[in-house]
């Protein structure tokens, strides 16, 4: 099955810079690769999302990267704010089978 | 968000007794998921179900087992709960992949300690 892992586990940056998560999968066949986001004491939410057919996706703040023949795909936060504070999981899953594969999550600390 | 409800929020039980936790949902969704997480873990399948019939285990098995007895009600049941089980329990809907809408809903979790 999809194996996916996030580097870094934890990742601390200053109030205003920009964070970087890169997760990792395993299996050629997934394209579809979401995160969600998981404030402290709450559910996990979903973020942004990009399918196979696209490089990167843009919303605000956040964006979205992938490079398919790597098989990586990273989370790229900029103008960091206190409540981007969170865990952020990536995940991965092929449309046929709609079954999410979850990174382990990390743990984003913005210093205001 | 109470499109999905989990029921009991917070559980404190004992070694060996069956515990049941249940999870409703107002989407109207298809497919619906339970997940362990545990620190470090990230979120781990124990169960899914695409359908009211249909019932598929996941990475985390052993130990659990699901009833789905409507499209909008799945249920997790420990038959003997033990200290390991102690953790962060989540149900989450999704909607059928015809709708090209593959996005998690998740419930607000089920806290479970096993002492």
């Known amino acids: 099955g999809e194996n996916v892992e996030q580097h870094p586990s934890t990742l601390s940056v200053q109030e205003g810079d920009s964070a970087v998560i890169k997760c990792t999968y395993s299996d050629s066949a997934s394209n579809y690769f979401p995160w969600y986001k998981q404030e402290l004491g709450k559910r996990p939410q979903l973020i942004i999302d990009?399918?196979?057919?696209?490089g990167e996706k843009k919303d605000q703040r956040i964006a979205v990267t992938l490079n398919k023949t790597a098989k990586h795909f990273s989370l790229h936060i900029t103008e960091t704010q206190p409540e981007d504070s969170a865990v952020y999981f990536c995940?991965?899953?092929?449309?046929?089978?709609?079954?999410?594969?979850f990174g382990k999550g990390n743990q984003v600390v913005v210093i205001p | 968000d109470a499109d999905v409800t989990q029921t009991p929020r917070n559980r404190i039980t004992k070694t060996g007794k069956r515990i049941m936790l249940e999870c409703s949902q107002t989407?109207?969704?298809?497919?619906m998921y339970w997940y362990r997480q545990d620190p470090g873990l990230g979120l781990r399948l124990i169960y899914y179900s695409f359908d009211v019939k249909d019932i598929n285990k996941g990475e985390i098995s052993d130990g659990y087992s699901v009833s789905r007895q409507a499209q909008a009600k799945f249920s997790l049941s420990l038959e003997s709960a033990i200290p390991n089980q102690t953790a962060l329990y989540f149900c989450a809907t999704q909607a059928h992949a015809s709708t090209g809408a593959n996005v998690l809903t998740f419930g607000a979790g089920s806290r479970l300690t096993v002492l």
């Open positions: 989407k109207g969704h298809d497919r």
């Open positions: 995940a991965a899953s092929n449309y046929g089978n709609n079954r999410l594969a």
């Open positions: 990009i399918r196979s057919n696209v």
